[in-house]
């Protein structure tokens, strides 16, 4: 069997980025740069300050000078006050430094006097004090953000600040996501003695909003040959399928088949990790299919672990992989050696450290469990016992978990 590693190698191999596509720079969140961007502009665009204060010149910056207050100048409005020897300007932040100034003393360093006709610096300043030089934070011509970065908030407001209002990314995967299982039902009806309710759909597509990506919702399919192949051809004209159910070892655990009878070649089937050991993955042309575990939290650790990575692999991400922190653990965890443990558990800072406490669980099914936690502590699969106090791999959950 598979481990993690290897199967999560696998998947990303056969994921490939997207079709490039010039989108708003608004619309661009989660998305990834095809390519470098460099900047038209510097940044700051001009000599500004960075505080409330006086514009002054360094010669005359010393403590107890009393300067002749010549002028103001607000943000928002051209520098073309001069400062001469003995001069100051009242200056507020973010407005460009009036020419013969050479520092900005901050306004708490000062006293106004004759009704703010003079001041006097309390304090002396330093040449260049309190000025956000042009091209400081950035230089025209440099490459800002790289290919294969995804945008984020700060990327938005470096992309607004220098006027970059289109950018080339990915264009996004559409997934489309099917229920198996004669016993499932949506979770508007009341469900007969013997049927369950559907919560995988709901849970994988709210992963996927999280990550700014549509789905669509193909519904239930009973466990037939016949009714797994409808769905199925539909769900291929999507960039990723994912099914959930009927990729175990039971007698009606049919989708493997049906997806062979579909043309889809099997990548892998079963994977060293718990929960989700089932996980099926496969690729048909261009569409990645991934037939998941039935049980709940199966489910949404396989696709949190195996399939959001490939979506970030075909939005373009160069790092697709999660992002792992380090705990200590507040409790043992034991396990039968074998497979690499998610196991469920709440992370807390807490004097310089992740605090992390096991959250027990009654298995694979237990969501009730899952709304406990915060995290995953992960286990190696050789590991018997953690004790409590060992140093733990955490997978925080955030966008994508
Ligand atoms: P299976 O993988 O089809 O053997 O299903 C494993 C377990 O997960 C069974 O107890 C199913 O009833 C349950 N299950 C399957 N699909 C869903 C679903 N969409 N929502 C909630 N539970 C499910
Ligand atoms: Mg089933």
Known sequence: MLTVDEALDRVLAAAEPLAVEEVPFREALGRALCRDIVAGEDLPPFDRSAMDGYAVRVADGTAGAVLE?????????????????????????????????????????????????????????????????????LRQG???????????????????????VHVPVRRAPRVALLSTGDEIVEPERSPLSHQIRNSNAYAIETILRDLGLPSEYLGI????????????????????????????????????????????????????????????????????VFGLPGNPLSSVCDFALFAVPALRKMLGWADPRHQEVAGI?????????????????????????????????????????????????????????????????????????
């Open 69 to 137: 207050v010549v002028g103001e100048v607000p943000a928002g409005r051209p520098g073309n006050v001069p400062v001469g020897s003995g001069q100051a300007v009242r200056i507020m932040t973010g407005a460009p430094i009036p020419p013969g100034a050479d520092a900005v003393q901050m306004v708490e360093l000062t006293e106004a006097l004759d009704g703010g006709r003079r001041v006097r610096l309390v304090r002396p300043v330093a040449e260049g004090e309190n000025i956000r030089r042009r091209g400081e934070d």
């Open 142 to 164: 440099t490459v800002v953000l790289c290919a294969g970065s995804p945008i984020r908030s700060t990327e938005t407001a470096l992309l607004a600040s220098l006027g970059i």
């Open 221 to 288: 399919a009973a466990d037939s040959r016949e009714a797994l192949a409808g769905s199925i051809r539909r769900g291929l004209r999507s960039d990723m399928l994912c099914l959930t159910g009927g990729v175990s070892v039971g007698g009606y655990d049919l989708v493997a088949e049906a997806l062979r009878g579909e043309g889809v070649e099997i990548i892998f089937h079963r994977v060293a990790v718990k929960p989700g050991k089932p996980l099926l993955v496969g690729r048909r042309e261009r569409t990645l």
């Open 329 to 401: 653990l507040e409790g043992e965890v034991r396990q039968k050696p074998g497979r690499e443990w998610y196991c469920l558990a709440r992370a807390v800072w807490r004097d310089g450290a992740y605090r992390v406490e096991p959250v027990p669980s009654m298995g694979s099914a237990d969501i009730v469990a899952a709304c406990k936690a915060n995290c995953f502590a992960v286990v190696p699969a050789e590991t018997a016992l953690l004790p409590a106090g060992s140093s733990v791999r955490l997978l925080l959950w955030g966008k994508g978990f």
